[in-house]
């Protein structure tokens, strides 16, 4: 009872029509506060998730281009003979061509060389003999090769240093800027898309990095989670759900899985690191332990899914079946599975994407190492995107603070993509009996 | 609603086809069903009516063993189908449901096509050495069941696209298609509108001439205008059990007139 209302015997009691005029007002306001605090929970939300991605994308956008240089080279056959090519004096011919545009410097002063050669990517000699060993050809002819430059220019074109900033604070000294501003002036100086972000494998040099090795190993990896947790966990669901006697073994299974999915991911990476690496010898830092430690964490998902998914099927269809002299085995794999299939299809495409993203237990079974090459095998060491994502998070050079952003985008772009086919599947063969 | 002249005049012909002794169900620790005696004829449409959980349903379902899906049902005594102990250890219930063909509450045709639904039981149970026979067994059903015409053009059209009255005439056609013995119906018109009801009783009346048909109805008037016989249950057990006009013209028990005419129920 509310404090406004009459004590009773003196006034006779409101009519029900009354009360409920009385408590509208009351009940209202409440309704307004609760809506007024959800649509607050929503706009804090919204306005978090949009300051993430601003941050993230105004970071990573640097990161799908990189800044080259143009050079005519002259591919001296006396720097790099024709018996030796793969060791050919490369890095000399780039320092020849860079000199052509600084007649000022000289280049028997190897310091000076070394400050102008500076302002290209170590890569560019890797560049140069890749494309003269492909054509030998060339040799004793002048090319000209696009190259990228390293990072410290990069940033500068990028206008991520700051010009005006007082030369000792600066990483690049103003006879560096000059140098590069003259190349500039002489519009060698291009920004095209960086391929190289896809096209190539990790690097500890920003403007060589790319995420190819990351990519194929978080391929391998979940090609792995899939072929193993896919039919064990459908396959354990089925059982579980349709032919397993419901008694206390099966509930202690039951609350044992749902447990198994909320166990911390680290734990599941110190367990791979115990049995998988320690006890079965499996390569550190391969994508295959990487697929059977995600399997693990997967499992659970994909099983819970699964049960649900059976459990949605409405008996009228097994009975039906059933009616018809339907075995149990025809009625599960004949009618109920098939129909079960888009809601198990949906719970193991979130179940993968979680995978995709997990990082602690591929960290402790060693998929953060640097590795330069792709992998060929998902017995060959790789890393996965979000320890890439780790790694150069953790690198000192000012260019991998847009590369990590970039991973994080693409990263991102395929988690996006898995649950939008999950959103797809779900409503596409979504059925009303 | 439609002629039905004197059938009730061959019952005493038939022979007996199935026949229950002494049956007990009990969910857990609930007796379901107790003491129950019944011999069904051949050729026949045999009526279970009564209130609401008075146990009917139960006793059809333990006709084709379709209880054995439920983990806590418990089913003691004897009941046979030509003689034959339908709960012997020797009998496969799968076998024993192509026998017994039932039929549902609610229609539920399988989401697959016209002719799938159908042709799904002579499928798994190899009925037809080819498409030509199978196409065969198909098409005689749904002639059977009345939906052949409605159905002939769109035989790969889903299933559930029918309207309701035409998807409980799919089922019963999937019921037949593979050529049972006994036909269990458990309120087959009770999703249907008084016109598809119509055509469903006729369907029945048609099919008695094959089946020994077993039908639950909650619908006095359907029981006496399909049925020959007619067995009362109330609370789990079978009061009365006789021919249809005899139980609705001069019911011996007095729960049975009480529940004809409307004091219980």
Redesign the interface.
């Known amino acids: 009872m509310t404090d406004t209302t009459p004590s009773e015997g003196r006034q006779p009691r409101a009519s029900a029509g009354e009360a409920v005029r009385n408590s509208l007002a009351r009940r209202n306001r409440k309704q307004m506060v609760l809506q007024g605090f959800g649509i607050a929970a929503i706009v804090f939300a919204i306005t978090m998730l949009l300051i993430l991605l601003t941050s993230i994308i105004g970071n990573g956008y640097h990161a799908f281009t990189q800044t080259h240089v143009e050079l005519d080279v002259f591919i001296d056959p006396e720097e790099i003979p024709e018996e030796g090519l793969p060791r050919g004096d490369y890095d000399d011919v780039l320092a020849v061509a860079m000199g052509t545009h600084f007649p000022d410097v000289d280049l028997s002063d190897r310091i000076a060389t070394r400050e102008l050669t500076s302002i290209l990517s170590n890569g560019a000699q890797y560049i140069l003999r890749d494309k003269v060993v492909a054509d030998p050809s060339l040799i004793g002819q002048t090319i000209s090769v696009k190259v990228p430059v390293s990072d410290p220019y990069d940033q500068l074109h990028k206008g991520l240093v700051e010009r005006d900033t007082e030369e000792q604070f600066r990483r690049l000294d103003n006879d560096a800027i000059d140098r590069f501003d003259r190349l500039d002036d002489l519009d060698l100086v291009s920004k095209p898309l960086n391929t190289g972000l896809i096209t190539q494998a990790d690097s500890r040099f920003p403007e060589l990095a790319g995420l190819k090795g990351a990519l194929v190993g978080s391929f391998w990896a979940l090609l792995t989670c899939f072929v193993i947790s896919f039919p064990l966990g459908i396959g354990a669901a089925i059982y579980l759900e349709e032919f397993a006697p419901k008694n206390r073994w099966s509930d202690l299974i039951e609350i044992n899985i749902n447990n198994l999915a909320a166990v911390p991911s680290v734990v599941f990476g110190l367990l791979a690191l115990a049995v998988f690496i320690g006890w079965f010898g499996l390569p550190r830092s391969a994508p295959f332990v990487g697929g059977l430690t995600l399997a693990l964490m997967t499992m659970p998902t994909i099983i819970i899914a699964t049960r649900a998914a059976l459990k949605a099927v409405p008996p009228s269809i097994r009975e039906a079946a059933l009616g018809v002299g339907a075995s149990k085995n025809q009625v599960v794999f004949q009618h109920v599975l098939p129909l079960a299939m888009p809601g198990i299809l949906t719970g193991t495409i979130i179940g993968l994407a979680q995978a995709l993203g997990e990082t602690a237990p591929l960290l402790l079974i060693g998929m953060n190492a640097f590795i330069t090459s792709a992998a060929s095998s998902p017995f060959d060491s790789a890393t996965a995107l979000p320890t890439q994502i780790f790694i150069w998070a953790d690198s000192p050079e000012r260019g991998f603070v847009s590369r990590t952003s970039a991973a994080i985008m693409v990263l991102l772009m395929f988690l996006i993509t898995m649950n939008a086919i999950a959103i797809y599947l779900r409503s596409k063969f979504e059925r009303k009996w | 609603m439609y002629d039905a002249p004197h059938k009730d005049k061959d019952v005493t012909q038939n022979d007996i086809k199935i026949s229950a002794r002494d049956v007990q169900v009990f969910y857990g620790d609930t007796q379901a069903i107790k003491d129950v005696d019944v011999e069904i004829d051949d050729k026949t449409v045999t009526a279970f009516i009564g209130p609401s959980g008075c146990g009917k349903s139960t006793f059809l379902r333990c006709l084709?063993r379709?209880n054995d899906?439920i983990?806590i049902c418990r089913i003691e005594g004897k009941i046979s189908i030509d003689g034959e102990d339908i709960y012997d250890p020797s009998i496969d219930p799968?076998?024993l449901?192509?026998k017994v063909?039932?039929?549902?509450q609610?229609p539920?045709?399988?989401?697959k096509s016209i002719y799938e639904n159908v042709a799904?039981?002579p499928k798994?149970?190899g009925m037809a050495r080819n498409k030509a026979e199978l196409d065969e067994i198909v098409e005689n059903a749904l002639k059977r069941a009345a939906l052949w015409n409605e159905a002939k053009d769109r035989l790969d059209s889903p299933g559930?696209g029918l309207s309701g009255g035409q998807q409980q005439r799919l089922?019963i056609a999937?019921?037949v298609?593979?050529e049972p013995e006994v036909l269990l119906m458990d309120e087959p018109c009770s999703a249907l509108d008084p016109i598809a009801t119509a055509q469903v009783e006729e369907l029945i009346d048609e099919l008695r001439q094959t089946y020994s048909v077993v039908i639950v109805t909650h619908s006095m008037q359907q029981a006496a205008r399909v049925s020959q016989k007619t067995a009362f249950f109330h609370l789990g057990n079978l009061v009365e059990f006789g021919d249809t006009e005899q139980i609705f013209t001069n019911p011996k028990d007095e729960r049975t007139e009480s529940y004809i005419t409307g004091r219980i129920g």
């Open positions: 084709n379709m899906t983990d799968v076998q449901r192509a063909g039932m039929v549902f609610k539920n045709p399988f989401p799904y039981g798994i149970h559930t089922c999937r019921a298609a593979t």
